[in-house]
């Protein structure tokens, strides 16, 4: 009975790959997020979903692509994947509209060789 | 933009002491979330504070929040080692995105 999930937990690929991590919360929250957890634990969001919809959008390169196919998933698909991508990738979710708590999946370690 | 800034970023302290973690931010706010993150691990919410002077209390773990001076503690009191963890704050505009702080790396001594 996870609250936010996160698949692969760890994920080692070659430079130039094309990858993707998927995101489910059984939490009924309308509201998804991905973050980048850099070496230096510099948390910072890439993208936010309201119900769907894109409502954030971060200075991220554009290889890095959310798609969301229904509120209770987020999934994040990148591409030509490069070695600066190394990092953890952190799903998160909330309520929308109101308190912006937000609960964290355990994260995806992404190494990039 | 929002900034938010917490010092330390480090601290080491012995068991049995006390101290505190602050939390600035640069815009008007009155939300504010305490997170923790033991190494390895994901993100925990420890505190949810939501308008001028809301204090809250969890064990050794005292969190405030004063809006006006835009300004969140975090008071840790008799340290223990099971508290050894990165802690953020991540303030929360209602309007726009919100922001984490760059985290304090607790390290509690035996």
């Known amino acids: 009975d996870t609250a936010v999930s996160q698949t692969p937990k760890y994920l080692v690929t070659q430079m130039g790959n094309d990858k993707s991590i998927k995101c489910e919360q059984n939490?009924?929250?309308?509201?998804m997020y991905w973050y980048k957890q850099d070496s230096k634990k510099f948390l910072k969001i890439m993208f936010s979903?309201?119900?769907?919809?894109?409502?954030i959008n971060e200075t991220v390169p554009n290889r890095f692509s959310p798609k969301s196919p229904d509120k209770a998933h987020l999934n994040l698909h990148i591409n030509s994947l490069e070695l600066g991508d190394s990092a953890v990738y952190f799903c998160?979710?909330?309520?929308?509209?109101?308190?912006?708590?937000?609960?964290f999946g355990p994260g995806t370690r992404l190494t990039v060789l | 933009e929002l900034k938010v800034e917490q010092n330390p970023l480090f601290l080491s302290m012995q068991e049995g002491k006390n101290y505190t973690i602050y939390c600035n931010y640069s815009?008007?706010?009155?939300?504010l979330y305490w997170y923790r993150q033991d190494p390895g691990k994901s993100l925990e919410s420890l505190f949810v504070?939501?308008?001028?002077?809301a204090v809250k209390q969890e064990g050794r773990l005292m969190a405030s929040l004063d809006t006006k001076a835009r300004l969140s503690t975090l008071h840790i009191t008799a340290a223990v080692h099971d508290l050894s963890a990165t802690y953020f704050c991540?303030?929360?505009?209602?309007?726009?995105?919100?922001?984490f702080g760059k985290g304090t790396r607790l390290h509690i001594l035996p």
């Open positions: 939490l009924g929250h309308d509201t």
């Open positions: 991540a303030v929360d505009p209602r309007d726009d995105k919100i922001i």
């Open positions: 504070l939501l308008s001028n002077g």
């Open positions: 979903y309201n119900n769907k919809e894109l409502i």
């Open positions: 815009t008007t706010s009155d939300r």
């Open positions: 998160a979710s909330s309520r929308a509209g109101g308190v912006n708590e937000q609960f």
